[in-house]
């Protein structure tokens, strides 16, 4: 991918504060002159993220919500919407920040499948991972440009918060909300717990270490500061 954008991964579950934080960080490198492009995804621009985003809405009739695994492979078809746009219309820029990407299709598509009835063994660190393979296709290949670009980053920043926080943050929430959202903190705490296994190891998909930033108790000011000076000890941008 020589001469491509730095493809920008912001990831964590819902109420972390990704939002806030690529709104900030897309401010300060375009006031720095750098050329942006941020992805919301699912992203309601394309067809299959407008069907994603109307499937969610809390208003949607439950029963007529796909399962997790057809909501998982729709969200693979929406990521390659987001790839093909960027190859076709966005690699002359500088950076590509995408607020989610596969990462969260491998934690919500193992979800559901480790909460059991009786409350018992809420938790098996190999399923996010395994749920993920299920759904990818066999055809990608990291040697062609298009299809490493599904699949790969430049740096992906792992925002993550206490089931607590996440869960106050949540229920103050206004608009933009979805199914997702309506979790207790147990639950909460086991999409932490998959987020965190399934970027335990992505060497293979990222060429930076996660940067991973706990948000509770951090004001975005201050967690802002961190990623951009992240960014420049890795000499990405000038001094900001």
């Known amino acids: 991918m020589q001469n491509y954008p730095k493809i920008i991964v912001v990831e964590g579950g819902d109420g972390v504060g990704k939002t806030t934080q690529i709104e900030m960080l897309n401010q300060s490198l375009s006031e ?3 050329q942006v492009k941020v992805y919301k995804n699912p ?5 299959v993220g407008k069907m994603i985003r109307e499937q969610i809405l809390p208003e949607t009739d439950p029963s007529k919500r796909p399962t997790q695994t057809v909501l998982g492979i729709m969200m693979l078809a929406a990521l390659r919407e987001v790839a093909e746009d960027i190859v076709e219309n966005h690699s ?3 950076f590509i920040v995408l607020d989610r990407w596969h990462f969260t299709t491998a934690v ?3 979800e559901d499948r480790i909460i059991p009835e009786d409350g018992s063994d809420l938790f098996h660190s190999g ?12 055809s990608v290949s990291l040697s062609s440009t298009w299809d490493r670009l599904f699949m790969y980053a430049t740096q992906v920043i792992y925002l993550t918060a206490s089931p607590e926080t996440i869960s106050e943050r949540l229920s103050g929430r206004v608009g933009d909300k979805n199914f997702l959202d309506q979790v207790d903190t147990t639950e909460i705490g086991i999409r932490n717990e998959l987020f965190t296994t399934v970027l335990e190891d992505v060497s293979d998909f990222v060429d930076e270490p996660v940067l991973t930033i706990d948000t509770t108790n951090r004001t975005p000011v201050d967690i802002h500061a961190q990623i951009v000076q992240d960014f420049m000890k890795k000499g ?4 900001a």
């Open 127 to 138: 399923m996010a991972w395994r749920a993920f393979e299920r759904l990818v296709p066999e």
């Open 32 to 34: 720095l002159g750098y």
């Open 43 to 47: 992203n309601d621009c394309f067809p």
């Open 92 to 94: 002359d820029k500088d």
């Open 108 to 110: 919500y598509g193992a």
């Open 236 to 239: 990405w941008i000038s001094n």
